[in-house]
């Protein structure tokens, strides 16, 4: 046993002795004041002439002594009782910090029934809520919460109004996060104000900016820039490494997205852009959606691993060639995601010195999602086909091109289904919306399907089923390698979610499954939510799924498209 070990067995062994010696002198003077109220009680029937003195004694006591008395014997039996407990308990038998990382995972990590991608406003609130139930256990837990300053390592934000978060909230967050002394550790704002309310820096009491290493805004343009000029007024260049900047859409935004503006040209920051391009190269992760920026002012870094960018109008084509190539700057890129972009076509078809394949070696993912046949046509002829994976998530914008204050055009199907070809997409994500009539017909459904020839992975959400629907996702085998089959995909995932199908077509969904060497298979309650377009449509859902798990023992069941990643990409989250 070392000194300090003794040192410290030393010290409680004293510590308890004094307890014991201070108890039983305790006990001793209790004894002794009992028996000098025996006393006192004697005198009284005595008829002693200073009886009036002894009751104002007697008076005093009940007023002062007793209460006293009680008060501090009920608080010694309740420290004894706590400490107790927390002997006994398992709980308390666990090392700090393994009691930090379960108080950081009751708070941070997702539970079991939690949607995998709640919109940012939603998952504050679960966090908040799960915190202040974590402190109104018991105060030993609340004490230790209010210590752990990692607890407290995200920090909310509104505005000056009285909406929630409240300014008290965000600097109590900050007084127990310790921001002004904090150093080396991640420190996350996260920005919610009511559109058109003033936003102003969290700065601490002395006026300084907690140097903190995550922005997460959603508001107005005005409000973001307003919150950014902060920035980089008061935290030095290179602090910040993810930065997510959503602009709200304001409640009377009826614009026809049949009929998109022309690009602007216009950004936020004005003067400041400059300090805007300089923070944006500094980053290991940037989110954006609906803001624009002069890419071309961009130079990114070797920090650079995750770029979402959506809901933007890059432009033009000879734009987008300028995007791809400023991009280029970013060696380390690894996850890239371009939902709802729009890229026009040139007004006057030139040859473009920047329309070339853009390499990005370290590229583990990127992900095509709602985009119209231009925009889809330049990524998939400009970004060069690596290891990495490619998902297409389509929707009825990828047959159209869309152009400026004019009505966008439907393309014929061949010219999509060459485009497609040259995608060589490993993962296809296709959405029915829950419509009575699905946006592909069964031909266009199958023909989409024999273009991605490289796919292996289908996942289908809000779709129903006819049985041509069906017959279009099942490989059919025959012995001409210039058939049909040589075409088709040979599946090995397939997720089904929220689809409708009729009882007299269960047969061709178990077909479909069977005829791809599928790995693993993930479907959730057949008919779900969706309302079918037949009469007596119904189905009896445990039969069914008893036979899917003879025929594929690792089988799964999932929630609805509305609690998937994959189909909630467009919803701006918190992380």
């Not at 004293?14 to 005198?43: H, P, R």
């Not at 941070?108 to 949607?115: G, Q």
């Not at 929220?498 to 959730?524: K, N, Q, T």
Request: contains cysteine; aromatic residues 8%.
């Amino acid at each position: 046993m070392s000194e300090t070990d003794n040192y410290e067995l030393n010290d409680s062994s004293a510590i308890v002795q004094n307890w014991v010696d201070a108890g039983n002198t305790l006990a001793d003077a209790l004894t002794t004041y009992f028996e000098s109220c025996e006393a006192m009680a004697a005198l009284q029937s005595q008829n002693n002439p200073d009886t009036q003195q002894l009751a104002l004694h007697v008076d005093s006591s009940f007023e002062a002594f007793h209460p006293d008395l009680s008060r501090n014997l009920g608080w010694s039996q309740a420290i004894l009782a706590q400490q107790r407990n927390k002997t006994l308990s398992r709980f308390y038998k666990l090392p700090n910090e393994v009691v930090r990382l379960i108080f950081m995972d009751v708070v941070y990590a997702p539970a079991p029934d939690d949607s995998e991608c709640p919109p940012m406003a939603k998952a504050l609130e679960i966090m908040c809520s799960r915190l202040t139930n974590l402190l109104a256990v018991c105060s030993s837990w609340r004490n230790l919460g209010l210590s752990l300053s990692e607890l407290w390592s995200f920090i909310p934000m509104g505005s000056d109004s009285k909406a929630h978060p409240s300014p008290y909230t965000t600097l109590y967050f900050l007084e127990r996060a310790r921001a002004e002394s904090l150093r080396n550790r991640p420190l996350h704002l996260v920005v919610s104000p009511l559109l058109g309310d003033s936003v102003h820096a969290p700065l601490l009491k002395d006026q300084r900016l907690p140097t903190f290493t995550s922005v997460n805004i959603e508001g107005s343009e005005h409000q973001i820039e307003e919150l950014l000029r902060a920035f980089f007024q008061h935290q030095p260049h290179g602090v910040l490494s993810d930065l997510s900047i959503c602009k709200a859409r304001e409640p009377h935004d009826k614009r026809e997205h049949n009929r998109p503006p022309p690009p602007s040209h216009s950004t936020i920051f004005g003067l400041e852009h400059n300090r805007f391009t300089d923070c944006i190269g500094s980053l290991s992760t940037f989110r954006v959606r609906g803001i624009n920026i002069k890419w071309h002012d961009v130079t990114f870094s070797n920090k650079l691993v995750q770029l979402h960018l959506q809901s933007v109008c890059l432009g033009y084509c000879s734009d987008m060639y300028k995007f791809l190539r400023v991009l280029q700057s970013a060696p380390e890129l690894q996850h890239l995601k371009i939902i709802s972009v729009l890229v026009f076509p040139e007004q006057v078809v030139l040859a473009d010195p920047l329309a070339k394949v853009y390499s990005f070696p370290k590229l583990r993912t990127l992900l095509l999602e709602d985009l119209d046949f231009h925009a889809l046509s330049v990524f998939v002829h400009s970004i060069e086909r690596g290891s990495h994976h490619l998902t297409l998530f389509l929707t009825p914008k990828y047959r159209m091109a869309y152009r400026p204050n004019r009505n966008a055009i439907e393309l014929a199907m061949p010219v999509v289904y060459q485009l497609l070809e040259k995608s060589r997409a490993d993962t296809l994500l296709l959405q029915g919306y829950r419509e009575q009539t699905m946006w592909l017909s069964a031909v266009e459904l199958r023909r989409t399907l024999q273009s991605l020839h490289s796919l292996t992975t289908l996942r289908i959400a809000d779709w129903i089923f006819d049985a041509g629907d069906l017959l279009a996702l099942e490989r059919t085998e025959h012995e001409s390698p210039d058939a049909d089959s040589s075409r088709f995909p040979r599946l090995r995932h397939l997720d089904l979610i929220s689809y409708g199908i009729v009882e007299s077509e269960l047969g061709l969904l178990l077909r479909v499954v069977a005829s791809h060497p599928l790995e693993s298979l993930d479907i959730d309650d057949i008919n779900g939510d969706v309302t079918l377009p037949w009469p007596d449509s119904t189905i009896h859902l445990q039969p069914t799924l008893e036979r899917f798990r003879k025929m594929f023992p690792p089988l799964q069941i999932v929630r609805s498209s509305s609690e998937i990643a994959d189909f909630n990409q467009n919803v701006w989250q918190l992380w």
